[in-house]
C-alpha cells in the first residue's frame, strides 16, 4: 500500500491569532496522524476587482499595491511562525493572489489546483476584513458551504504571550 495517497491537510493561514490558531492545530493534528500526510499552507491575497472605468481603475489598483505590499509583511509574519514547526512536520507554503474575497478564491485553488484531493481544510474562524464582514461573514462558513471535504474550524485564538517578539 506503498502507493497510497497521503491524507491531505490544507489550512488557511494569516496573522491574524485565530489564523495562527489554526496552523498550530494543523501542525499538532499531523504530529498526532499515524499514516503519511501532506500539509499544506496557504495563505490568501485577495485583490479588489477591476472595473472598466479608468478612475475607478487607478484608485483600485492603488489599494491592491497597498494590500500586496501588507501581505508581503504578513506572509514573512506567518513564515516565522511557522519556523517552529520546521523541525517537527513537514508542509508546504503557497500563496494564492486573485481578485475577490477569500472564500471563494480558497474553494476555486482547492478545487482546480488541488483536484480537490483534500481530506480536511483547517481554518480559523476570521472574517473577511471591512465592508465584507457585514456583507458576507466569515470565510470559515463559506467553506463549509462550499468545500466537497471535512472543514475544521478553530474558534480559539492563539497566544503569542510566550513569543520573543511579542507576536
Known amino acids: 500500500m506503498s502507493g497510497a495517497r497521503p491524507y491531505t491537510v490544507v489550512a488557511r493561514i494569516d496573522n491574524s491569532t485565530e489564523g495562527l490558531a489554526a496552523a498550530e492545530y494543523a501542525c499538532t493534528l499531523c504530529l498526532k496522524l499515524k499514516c503519511a500526510y501532506r500539509l499544506i499552507f496557504l495563505?490568501?491575497?485577495?485583490?479588489?476587482?477591476?472595473?472598466?472605468?479608468?478612475?475607478?481603475?487607478?484608485?483600485?489598483?492603488?489599494l491592491n499595491a497597498e494590500i500586496r505590499e501588507n501581505?508581503?509583511?504578513?506572509?514573512?509574519?506567518?513564515?516565522?511562525?511557522?519556523?517552529?514547526?520546521?523541525?517537527?512536520?513537514?508542509?508546504?507554503?503557497?500563496?494564492?493572489?486573485?481578485?475577490?474575497?477569500?472564500?471563494?478564491?480558497?474553494?476555486?485553488?482547492?478545487?482546480?489546483?488541488?483536484?480537490?484531493?483534500?481530506?480536511?481544510?483547517?481554518?480559523?474562524?476570521?472574517?473577511?476584513?471591512?465592508?465584507?464582514?457585514?456583507v458576507s461573514g466569515h470565510v470559515s462558513d463559506y467553506l463549509l458551504a462550499h468545500l466537497n471535504c471535512p472543514v475544521m474550524v478553530v474558534k480559539d485564538q492563539y497566544d503569542g504571550s510566550d513569543d520573543e517578539d511579542g507576536r
Open 43 to 62: 495563505y490568501v491575497v485577495a485583490l479588489y476587482r477591476r472595473t472598466g472605468l479608468g478612475l475607478i481603475n487607478r484608485q483600485t489598483d492603488q
Open 71 to 134: 501581505a508581503e509583511h504578513e506572509m514573512v509574519r506567518c513564515k516565522q511562525f511557522l519556523s517552529r514547526f520546521e523541525s517537527l512536520v513537514a508542509f508546504e507554503w503557497i500563496s494564492v493572489k486573485d481578485e475577490g474575497k477569500p472564500g471563494p478564491i480558497i474553494v476555486s485553488f482547492i478545487n482546480d489546483s488541488l483536484q480537490a484531493r483534500v481530506d480536511l481544510v483547517v481554518a480559523g474562524r476570521t472574517v473577511n476584513p471591512g465592508l465584507g464582514a457585514m
